[in-house]
């Protein structure tokens, strides 16, 4: 008997923890939530979207609804938790329909029933996992930095690399090779550092570097046979700006593009690409290996002249079964003739579009406000300002998903300073869609986070190694490389 009252009195209790909405009033305005995922369109793989509502809440509602079906939570406080599963067990239900969302919260004693959203869930999964870089947003070049992987399916996260166990130093960002986890690369720098190449598991150190380069390798992208990668070396210059509202310029000195042989540990040139004329970076292949595109800016007196400074977007045929470079040059956007500067060109692996950075000036626009992505269509030619993509604030560092309806860039949307990783469908006809930022468990993570997510990266399945792999690989022998005997120059 006793029993059976203690569970009764549990039930009860329960109940009255639980708030109720009544005497409800509507309101024409959206929920004061944050992040914002209103009206937006969602992988079906995606992980739960938290979030919490500003404002002084007391206790919120939360029904979504598809068809029949409904998910709901009813709590005290500002935060809206969804449990894992029942969450993908509802989206999964919900793929390729709109899903209603209504949210009644309740603030000085008064429910208010906000303008009802919707969730558009896609067929089109996004790939699962997420690398990227964790780095302090100040003046500080790589102060405890690392390399994380995120399963974006669920809230899992670990270091694949880590200052700890690096000496403290710089690391840039991880790359894969056609998003397969199978085979990436990230560089660690300083003394001792060197590229880290990943074949499954198995890492080592490549030297990609030789006495007639600028610097060692810094951008790079892979060929679709993963046998090379194009790489540029850049001599980068940060300086501080006069003027208060611009914090920090960065610029190249010098800049040169190559492609390396991973299989023979050559270096492979043209002038084309290493012109003294001209400072050439951000090279990437095509997805069919038959191109390399980067962008070239006309040298200048710097840093007087940076201001003028305009990158524009070029390709130049590659041949993967020779390893040659071609010897003609295709202008496909003209960057001092547009008035803006092309950075960070990244192709959709079914090879119909080009997404890029477009800033006023230079070739770092992570810090320029006015930064923003364009799409071009490699068929048409047309371009595509993704004016819903794009905010007020610095939008850059972006990649696609292996099946090209997703991209991940950084965003500084939110307050100009932190960079965080946002996702936005582009459908089948190539219309982007509202993008929304990567979900955490903690829905007031991002502002307690002191971090800027930088460089995001899509993986189709987690990495084989950790960042103990990554220490003992920097403590080994690093591989030379070296020009190739067919130099051009």
Known sequence: ???????????????ACTPTPENVQKSDGMPPMYPDYTDIWIPRNIAPLNFILRGGIEAVEVVATVDDQQLQINEKGDEVCFEIDEWHEFIENAKNKEVKVRVTALKEGQWTEYKQFSWHVTNDSIDP????????????????????????????????????????????????????????????RGEGGGAILNRNGKLSKLNIKTDDMVSGSVYFGFSPTGRYITFSTNIIIPAFHAMPK????????KSDVYVADLNTNTIIESPLLSDTLCFETFPTFSPDGKYIYYCVAPSTQLPDGLNEMRYSLCRIPFDEQTGTIGSEVDTLFNGPKQGLSVCHPRISPDGQRIVFSVANYGTFPIWHPEA????????????????????????????????????????????????KPYFCYIDADGFCHKPFVLPQKNP??????????????????????????????????????????????
């Open 444 to 489: 007031h993570f991002y502002d307690l986070n002191l971090k800027s997510f930088n460089a995001p990266e899509l993986g189709c399945g987690p990495l084989p190694f950790s960042a103990a792999d990554t220490q003992q690989a920097l403590e080994g022998e690093g591989v030379d490389f070296h020009f190739s005997n067919t130099r051009t120059h």
């Open 246 to 253: 611009k914090r920090l310029e960065v610029f190249d000195r």
């Open 129 to 188: 996992y997420l690398t990227y870089r964790l780095i302090e947003p100040d003046y500080e070049i790589y102060q405890n930095l690392t390399l994380q992987e995120r399963c974006i399916e669920n809230f899992e996260e670990r270091s694949i690399s880590h200052y700890g166990l690096t000496g403290n130093r710089c690391m840039n960002c991880h790359t894969y090779a056609n998003q397969q986890p199978g085979l990436s690369m990230f560089y660690v």
């Open 1 to 15: 008997m006793k029993k059976e009252h203690i569970g009764l009195l549990l039930i009860l209790l329960l109940v």
């Open 372 to 419: 923003d992505l364009s799409m071009m269509n490699l068929i048409t030619g047309k371009i595509d300002s993704m004016a819903v993509v794009n905010s007020a604030k610095s939008d850059t560092y972006h990649s696609w998903s292996s099946n090209s309806r997703w991209l991940v860039f950084a965003s500084k949307r939110d307050d100009g300073l932190y960079g």
